[in-house]
């Protein structure tokens, strides 16, 4: 069993050094990984139990910062609201009372989501203003764009009233 642990270990500071994973992902790949070496069933979750202590201990695996590197990178490249970042978050497995310590902590708190909304709505401007569509028609398009990217509704309204000039 030593030697497993051993190759399981490496594989997975392998897997975390190509890219951050969940607690949940990370444990995923391992039980595959292990379905693979053909290891018994009974010592799979032992072994990734004992992996992912070792792993915490070595600050090499945390679901809180896999959070705010997520949704920092989401801000950057592709926003999104804090609903549809919190369903996003879920699918990859982070609990929820982790999801809200993060939505809690200043990292969390920081998501302007006025400003990312405002963002969207003048690169989408660009876009409508080609169209040469009435001004009703233009609203309602990009409010259910930031509506379906999970905006709150007060962001939305927010963003919308700023530019309303533009359109």
């Not at 050094?17 to 693979?36: E, Y």
């Not at 990292?107 to 909304?117: K, M, R, V």
């Amino acid at each position: 069993m030593g030697e497993t642990y051993t190759k399981l270990l490496s594989y997975s500071m392998y897997a975390l050094g190509r890219r951050n994973h969940t607690v949940s992902q990370l444990r995923d790949k391992m039980l595959k990984r292990l379905q693979k070496w053909k290891i018994q069933e009974s010592q799979h979750e032992e072994l990734c139990d004992q992996v992912i202590v070792r792993l915490r201990e070595l600050h090499l695996l945390d679901d809180l910062l896999f959070c705010e590197r997520w949704v920092a990178d989401r801000a950057r490249f592709k926003p999104r609201g804090r609903y549809l970042l919190t369903q996003e978050l879920r699918k990859k497995g982070i609990p929820q009372d982790i999801i809200e310590l993060y939505w809690e902590s200043a990292s969390g708190e920081a998501l302007d989501e006025y400003n990312l909304a405002l963002e969207f709505v003048q690169k989408q401007l660009e876009r409508l203003k080609r169209r040469d569509l009435p001004h009703q028609k233009c609203r309602e398009k990009l409010y259910r764009a930031l509506a379906s990217r999970g905006f709150n509704g007060s962001a939305i309204r927010a963003s919308l009233d700023k530019v309303e000039h533009l359109y």
